[in-house]
């Protein structure tokens, strides 16, 4: 039985001073209640004060003269609590000291040191004799202070030693690309990341200028070549972009050399207002494909799109998608009075709703189920709440399905557009700003002539409204741009699954080509294009820099850690019918008028007669509401004669 005991006594001593038994309590010591930290101090001050008494009996002298030596050692140690106090030295994490504490434990301990040498010279003053020895209470306050700074430091140490040895070999060794600021809050706050993601091994200067200095102990990198080989050289295996001097291109220029390699890219935005290093840490992310393009920032006229929607009643067709819901976003951040968020997708349109709830907006929100072809249901709608914006984002817009099924395309993309439109004018809209698409121009597609001919109707009923003279009329506003990022249905959010699957990504065209920008980017510029304009334009938007599907393919591939096909292939499967190897912004009859934004081109579009043009579309709807699919498209021709067919069964009407 004793045996037994024995056994277990032993078992229990190596359980509690086991290596992960101390890490527990090397971690809890970094949230000791303030009360234990305090005794610590205090544990602390009486060490010093003793020593300092000893120190000074070695050499003959006292430290304390006067005989009342429980008064002044209670006043001694009730001062040094109430600087504690007043300084709160007791109220940092122990683990995440810093020089802060230190500077605060400084000032507690001088304060107490000028109230003691004040007290010293008012009874010398007053009895003609000193309560203690100058020089004595001075060193007396240096011990003290070291040894409050000291364990503090020891703490912090000895944290940071367990917690950096514990799983490092699955750390990846990174290095920070900057030497700035930004660059070490960043080194900083990964280190006290839990867990940890990263050895940091060193900075990288991109002047060369301090090749010879260290960093948080850590080596400035020299950059001789491009910055892989330096990665390779030092066994990095990752890069943190720190470096806000850093321009888009050169960031780029760093991002493509490393994915080429297949190195790890990380960034962090610039650090300002952000209150904690674990805020810092988290900020950590992985380079998205948004990253990738190069585009500078939107600067809105913020007054201008106030004016128009503050305190307004504003509609939104096609609320739940992708554009309609960050049209909404945005909206919500001018104040209207009121949002009516129209769609007939039941369960996006929930969470939408669900959204706009938490934002605590006094926009008053209200969601409707609701079909833009049915025009009682949207005489209903209008009738009800009197919108003064309409913002028109519902549309079809998938080539291939609207190619296979162009009545839908016509009934929603045209009819539905001229549903919304018509009773804009019936109920004195101030303006209606319809959302279209690049593929509008020079269409090879049923999806893409939809909606040149919701433009042109929208064009013309402006134009034959201007006629009316007496009357509000409504400003009909038509804004034209390419595929958006990650919205529904585009090619981001297919390569990302496809990605996540093991592949492949399925490419229709090794040379297909695209514009991109972001939804908030291209939402922002619908709100500007919204409210500068004065009815009939086509606002068509600076797109950038065409981007090759094969490049996006292999970049997206590299970012998520992957080698292109190596690990995850790449495979062409021919273009889909009505799709265009690349798209346009203008029409070959078209010209652009700049605007006061560089983003902003006004596209000058010849406009069809208003009459001919209603009947032309009545005889399309008509003939939508049977399904001839070929009666339909053969209409379509003939009111856009620019629309040209490609890879479809469609073409033959071309002949």
């Not at 804004?479 to 996540?500: D, E, H, W, Y």
């Amino acid at each position: 039985m004793s045996t037994n005991k024995k056994f277990d006594l032993k078992a229990l001593t190596s359980l509690f001073f086991s290596r992960e038994n101390l890490k527990f309590n090397i971690h809890n010591l970094g949230y000791l209640p303030r009360w234990v930290i305090i005794l610590i101090d205090i544990s602390v001050l009486l060490l010093a004060f003793f020593f300092t008494i000893l120190i000074f009996r070695g050499t003959g002298l006292n430290y304390i003269i006067t005989t009342h030596i429980f008064i002044f050692t209670s006043l001694f140690f009730a001062v040094n609590i109430f600087f504690f106090w007043l300084f709160r030295t007791y109220s940092g994490i122990i683990r995440h000291s810093s020089y802060i504490d230190a500077v605060k434990i400084l000032f507690s301990q001088i304060g107490v040191l000028l109230v003691f040498l004040f007290i010293n010279f008012l009874y010398e003053f007053l009895y003609g004799a000193k309560v203690f020895l100058n020089t004595a209470f001075f060193i007396n306050v240096v011990l003290s202070f070291c040894g409050l700074f000291v364990y503090r430091v020891i703490i912090k140490q000895t944290f940071e030693l367990y917690f950096s040895e514990i799983g490092k070999e699955k750390l990846s060794r990174t290095i920070i690309y900057g030497t700035d600021a930004n660059a070490i809050s960043v080194a900083n706050a990964l280190k006290f990341e839990t867990p940890s993601r990263f050895k940091i091994v060193g900075f990288v200067d991109k002047n060369n200028q301090n090749a010879s200095k260290r960093m948080l102990d850590l080596p400035i990198l020299v950059q001789k070549k491009k910055l892989p080989t330096l990665m390779r050289s030092i066994g990095a295996e990752a890069v943190i972009i720190a470096d806000k001097s850093l321009t888009k291109e050169e960031q780029l220029v760093i991002i493509d050399q490393c994915l080429e390699f297949n190195y790890k890219v990380y960034i962090v935005p610039l650090i300002t207002n952000w209150e904690n290093q674990k805020e810092i840490s988290q900020k950590v992310k992985t380079i998205q494909i948004e990253d990738l393009l190069d585009r500078k920032p939107i600067v809105l006229d913020s007054k201008l799109i106030s004016k128009q929607l503050k305190e307004k009643t504003i509609l939104i067709t096609g609320a739940a998608g992708s554009i309609g819901s960050e049209i909404a976003r945005q909206v919500l951040l001018f104040k209207p009075k009121k949002i009516i968020l129209l769609d007939q997708a039941e369960t996006p349109l929930h969470h939408l709703q669900l959204e706009t709830e938490l934002l605590n907006s006094t926009t008053k929100i209200i969601s409707l189920v609701a079909d833009i072809r049915n025009k009682e249901a949207m005489n209903t709608v209008f009738k009800k709440y009197t919108p003064q914006v309409v913002f028109h984002a519902a549309a079809y817009k998938h080539v291939p399905l609207m190619e296979q099924n162009p009545s839908q395309a016509i009934l929603t993309n045209i009819e539905g557009t001229k549903n919304i439109a018509d009773l804009s004018c019936l109920y004195k809209v101030n303006k209606f700003v319809m959302v279209s698409t690049d593929k509008a121009v020079n269409p090879s597609n049923v999806m893409g002539a939809s909606k040149r001919i919701a433009e042109k109707y929208v064009q013309s009923l402006h134009a034959a409204n201007q006629k009316i003279e007496g009357e509000k009329v409504t400003k009909f506003i038509t804004t034209r741009f390419g595929n958006v990022l990650g919205s529904n249905g585009s090619v981001v959010p297919l390569f990302t699954k496809q990605i996540a699957a093991g592949g492949p990504v399925t490419i229709t065209h090794a040379d297909i080509i695209r514009y991109f920008m972001t939804i908030p980017e291209a939402c922002q510029l619908v709100l500007e294009a919204g409210a500068m304009g004065n009815g009939g334009e086509i606002y068509i938007f600076d797109m950038g820099k065409p981007v090759k599907i094969i490049d996006l393919a292999r970049k997206m591939i590299k970012l998520a850690g992957f080698i292109p096909e190596k690990d995850i292939k790449i495979k062409i499967v021919g273009l889909r019918p009505g799709e265009k190897l690349y798209e346009e912004l203008l029409n070959d009859t078209s010209k652009t008028l700049p605007t006061y934004h560089e983003k902003i081109m006004i596209a000058e579009d010849i406009q069809d007669d208003f009459e001919t043009l209603k009947k032309d579309i009545d005889d399309l709807i008509h003939k939508a509401n049977f399904f001839g699919k070929e009666d339909v498209v053969m209409q379509m021709k003939k009111i856009v004669p620019e629309f040209k067919s490609m890879n479809s069964t469609f073409q033959l009407l071309d002949k």
